[in-house]
T-cell receptor, first 110, second 116 residues
Framework: GQNIDQPTEMTATEGAIVQINCTYQ??????LFWYQQHAGEAPTFLSY????GLEEKGRFSSFLSRSKGYSYLLLKELQMKDSASYLC???????????FGGGTRVLVKP | GAVVSQHPSWVICKSGTSVKIECRSL??????MFWYRQFPKQSLMLMAT?????????EQGVEKDKFLINHASLTLSTLTVTSAHPEDSSFYIC????????????FGDGTRLSIL
């Protein structure tokens, strides 16, 4: 089976930086995804890591360490619109199935 | 970019009704699509993998006869919730991945199902 853990909630101030950690245990690892989901909407793709290291995309960066089963999503220069749930998902090699963590609700305060 | 369309967005119906939800890949072919369910303040739970031209693969605990999946073409998968009851009320989301590409799964906009 797969265990994917991430914090339930985080609060941060507008303009600040927030780091959302995700740990996982899985067999047949084929990559880790981060999605953003606003309330009542479908998830939107943010980033994908399959090799160790940091992937940067504008204000969002994602890091992966396969040996540690660990990833984080870094949100810089937080804006009010970044208030959402952030979902960590692991893909297995067979079938490209995604297994999601419980999601982290981020609240950005002025 | 790749777009997935899901219809309808909202369904409100009486207990015992069967409800069909459609998931279409608009500008790419998808031999595999995925159906998820999401309860309030919870994450997405994979229900089944829809395979074009063959039977769907259901996750443990998901009733095959309750949630009928048909993937008759390379761009369309349907999920039918049969004899729906209030406990089936949830947010149902489909996703699809473009074959032979490094693109991630793209999600439909979801269907909010409310059973009275």
């Amino acid at each position: 089976g797969q265990n994917i853990d991430q914090p339930t909630e985080m609060t941060a101030t507008e303009g600040a930086i927030v780091q959302i950690n995700c740990t996982y245990q899985t067999s047949g690892f084929n990559g880790l995804f981060w999605y953003q989901q606003h309330a009542g909407e479908a998830p939107t793709f943010l980033s994908y890591n399959v090799l160790d290291g940091l992937e940067e995309k504008g204000r969002f960066s994602s890091f992966l360490s396969r040996s540690k089963g660990y990833s984080y999503l870094l949100l810089k220069e937080l804006q009010m619109k970044d208030s959402a749930s952030y979902l960590c998902a692991v893909s297995k090699a067979a079938g490209n199935k995604l297994t999601f963590g419980g999601g982290t609700r981020v609240l950005v305060k002025p | 970019g790749a777009v997935v369309s899901q219809h309808p967005s909202w369904v409100i119906c009486k207990s015992g009704t069967s409800v069909k939800i459609e998931c279409r890949s608009l500008d790419f072919q998808a031999t595999t699509m995925f159906w998820y369910r999401q309860f309030p303040k919870q994450s997405l739970m994979l229900m089944a993998t829809s395979n074009e031209g063959s039977k769907a693969t259901y996750e443990q605990g998901v009733e095959k006869d309750k949630f009928l999946i048909n993937h008759a073409s390379l761009t369309l998968s349907t999920l039918t919730v049969t004899s729906a009851h209030p406990e089936d009320s949830s947010f149902y989301i489909c996703s699809a991945k473009q074959e032979y590409s490094n693109q991630p799964q793209h999600f439909g906009d979801g269907t909010r199902l409310s059973i009275l």
